[in-house]
């Protein structure tokens, strides 16, 4: 049966940061990317016309000719905002290939049209950015242990990024219509199939007496302590320490079967309203879905009806005893339905229970420390499909690693002493809301660290993974906490000190700021259609100038912060905490749009993850004013943006700099004669504006005298912000 497995070429793991001697390291870290970007465009080779890279075969995500490109642009945005490289190898893909969607609700599609690249331009895009990533790799020291702030986390950083991707998109790719999906021999489907298809009298063809039915099994309570403390690489959500002490608990021997689950369809699962969750039922509504994502109906010349099954490439007779694959609302709904039927509560399991009987078969094994193949379908080193549910199991469990991963009840969220990474800082912290629940296990298509049982990942109710069920009968209640307030201190400053009435006893400086832009663009007589706000962190000024300008863009390129004015938008209202630690106090507040004269404005903004000085031109131009605040304080070098910040805006349009840091009163002495403070030396200040004016020369012209605002400081004192005008010509 080996020899009928997926090609052993394809499996590698991920690198241990802490062990061994440096070149030796440097070594393995090269051949784990090599195989990495390897293994991805091997799973792209599996699309078999062109014109399938550009079919959104998922709605809620872009079609796959953005994640084909996305990963080594991952790579060049990483290195440059660590300040590794400062090169770009095309400006223009790298910004259409930046930045993903999250899977929002699910009548969020996206319409908007892009012009994207051919396959041809990124394959020789992929081709240069190795070159790149790979020199780059080659020429720095490297030194033991590889820490957070190492170049060479970094680089692990994207390598599992990618691998992140060869799954997510391999669920896109499952998606697309099976005649453009040509099998590849090194991903090989399951071909164990000893209960499939139906027999002549149209029911499930199964051997009786073979087939594994489910039962529930006992589980020993215990004290579970869930934290990352191994020697390699990690996201952040996974660091930290959380404790709960679990009771006793019985959780199902197998996975859910695709057998298992026909009787729930049957039984008019997908019917019946009481069976599913408030979220649920409107979901199962508006889809109008009768059987899971990957069940494909079909009625024969007999008129006989049934499913088949569709995986990576093909489609096939339904294997009855392989785990079914579903989204959480359809497994809470399967399990409400199954504690009817039991008589009993029935539920998803917790993430700490996962834990709990994980290390009860396995202790803390993780791959490379077992043999390929002799723990579960998981890293390609079983099949590259699912495969029986009874075929991998210990001390009477199956499946506890790998096959397809569990949905949990855990709501997504952090453990203490949750910390962001500066390179990633938006890589959890925007799923922390309660909007995405855990899954656990990894599937067969989980590679690298994301096999780790430290590995931690919450989806979208909605959102389809290859993610299937195991049930629980349990006492054990969640005690996760997720952020029904901001609790993050970054943001939560963010947001007090923009839509604060008064912060530290001034007047709101983005709220300020917003209504000069708007009264200049009166002054001279400039169109009030089209306003965009780069540097819009957490919204205000953004919600602000809607007030003026009938649509509004905000740009953030956090998703940390443009979230928050996002979440507002949606909400109306957003609390949030302040931790004062000097007095060891907690303060929480709360503002809503209405109170501050903003809801009947906020249709007219809206909120986008974009890097400045990447813009896509094709989606966002014609603008009739556009303000920098603050954004531009933060580059090295203003020009990277300015020289092409005209080609957004119309002619005659108003472009506004707002800058604390580089603030030049006309008198030249600010500290001497007006008793303000400035954060830079006038001299410097001085070079700043030559450089801003200099950018601009031809393309703009100043419109009128710099105006300034007191703009709070977290201390207690102000700086003065200058706000220049210039209007394109």
Known sequence: MQKDRSDVSVISYTVNLKEGDPKTKKKEILEYFEKTNWLYEELFSMISEERAFYIKAEPLRHPLIFYFGHTATFYL????LGGYINEHVNPRLEAMFAIGLDENEWDDEDFSHYDWPSVKEVQEYRKKARQVIRAKI?????????????????????????????????VIMRQLPVQFVQSNKLFRTCPIRDHSGYDSSGKPKINKLTFPYNELKEVKGGKVVLGKKDSYYGWDNEYGRHEELLQDFKASKYLVSNLEYLEFVLDGGYETEKHWTEEGWRWNRFKQAKHPLFWVPFEDSQTKRGFKYRTLSEIIDMPWDWPVETNYLEAKAFCNWKSEKLGTTIKLPLESEHARFRTLLYGNLDPPEWEAGSVGNINLEQWASSCPIDMNGKDGFYDVIGNVWQHSETIFGSFEGFKVHK??????????YGQHTMITGGSWATTGQSAHKSYRVGFRRHFYQFAGIRYVESPNKAVMKYNTCETDQEIAESIDFQYGDQYRNLENYPKKCADICIEMAKKFGISMDKALDIGCGVGRATFELAKGFKEVIGFDISSRFFNIGARVKKQGKIRYCLVDEAENKIEYREFDLKSLGLENFKHRASFYQQDPCNIDIKKYNSFDLILISGYLDELREPSRLLDSIHNYMKNQGLLVIASSRYCLPLDGSPQKKNSFKVANPPEVCNEFWCRVKNALKGRFKEAALPVFVKKPQQQGDYILAQLSFFIKV
């Open 77 to 80: 945005n990483k290195f440059n």
């Open 138 to 170: 080659e020429e720095t020291p490297l030194t033991l242990p590889i820490e957070w702030d190492s170049f060479f986390w970094a680089v692990m950083m994207c390598i599992e990024h990618e691998r992140l991707h060869f799954e997510t998109s391999a």
């Open 423 to 432: 390179l990633f800082h938006d890589f959890s912290t925007p799923m922390f």
